[in-house]
């Protein structure tokens, strides 16, 4: 697994190419709710950036491969 710094890293680098290149879906980042967190002071780990990150890859491959049904 990557270190915290390296996910976060690549966690801007997604969403500034989200931004960049699919200005239609970077509005909605602020909404999405893996980012809300459910307590007052959460801890954040490695584990939950890498889910986040996933998220947002699989919200770029939406995009490029829309469901044709």
């Known amino acids: 697994m990557k270190n915290v710094q390296n996910l976060l ?4 680098r997604v969403t500034r190419d989200i931004e960049t290149n699919y200005p239609e879906i970077y509005k909605y980042l602020d909404e999405n ?11 954040i780990n490695a584990s939950e950036l890498q889910d ?10 939406s995009i490029k491969t ?4």
Request: hydrophobic fraction near 35%.
């Open 9 to 12: 890293t690549e966690i801007a």
């Open 33 to 43: 709710p893996i980012t809300i967190p459910n307590m007052e002071y959460p801890k």
């Open 52 to 61: 986040y990150l996933n998220t947002l890859n699989e919200l770029k491959k």
């Open 66 to 69: 829309p469901n044709l049904f």
